[in-house]
């Protein structure tokens, strides 16, 4: 009986759990998110930090590396960020939410992850 009880109990509990899925970010969250703030991440393995101002413009830091300045948006139409460098023009980006991990994603890349810091930090100090 006892044992009866317990794995009702563990099969209601499990039951409970909602085990979460990557969802895509909006347009909207994303623009929120990223406006006025840096992110914290990796990417291929190495650390970097990016503030986006409320003007258009971001700051990329790599770790060990220099400073650069380029401009972002983020696309309604297709739910994407996008960012322009010199070097490279205009390239979009989703975001997916895992839980409480944020991620960038581009056809053919692993996803990337990231963190919001609330204002400018592109500093390693």
């Known amino acids: ?3 009866s009880a ?3 109990s ?11 899925e990557p969802v895509a970010v909006t ?4 623009k929120t998110l990223l406006t006025g703030n840096s992110i914290e991440g990796t990417w291929s393995g190495d650390e970097y930090k990016q503030y986006f101002s409320t003007s258009g413009s971001t700051t990329y830091a790599q770790r060990g590396s220099r400073e650069t300045v ?3 948006r983020v696309n309604e139409q297709n739910n994407k960020y996008e ?8 390239s979009g ?9 944020l991620f960038w ?3 053919g890349l692993e996803p990337q992850p990231f963190k919001v810091v609330q204002g400018h930090h592109v500093n390693w100090d």
């Open 93 to 101: 980006y989703g975001v997916i939410r895992d839980g409480e991990q």
């Open 105 to 107: 994603t581009s056809n």
């Open 27 to 30: 347009a909207s969250e994303i």
């Open 83 to 90: 960012s322009w460098w010199e070097r490279a023009g205009w």
């Open 1 to 3: 009986m006892l044992k």
């Open 70 to 72: 380029g401009k972002w």
């Open 6 to 8: 317990i794995a009702a």
């Open 10 to 20: 563990l099969f209601a509990l499990m039951s409970s759990v909602v085990l979460a």
